[in-house]
């Protein structure tokens, strides 16, 4: 259980470094987001997964 909260730590604080360093182009991102379909989110969200995924078995 200790993992997971070390995961969901490590989540928040790249998420907490983009909005610090960059929010202009957080938000411009959030602006763009919506005119890209449904297939081209799906495509980046399972690249996202894979790398997550990879990087967690090369922490292992």
Same mark, same amino acid.
């Given at each position: 259980m200790s993992? *997971? *909260?070390l995961a969901v730590g490590l989540v928040l604080v790249v998420e907490g =470094?983009?909005?610090a360093l960059a929010p202009s *182009?957080?938000?411009r991102m959030a602006e763009e987001l919506p005119k890209l379909g449904d297939e081209q989110l799906r495509m980046f969200g399972v690249a996202? =997964?894979?790398l997550g995924v990879g990087l967690v078995y090369l922490a292992r």
């Open positions: 993992t *997971f *909260f =470094l983009a909005y *182009f957080i938000r996202a =997964l894979a």
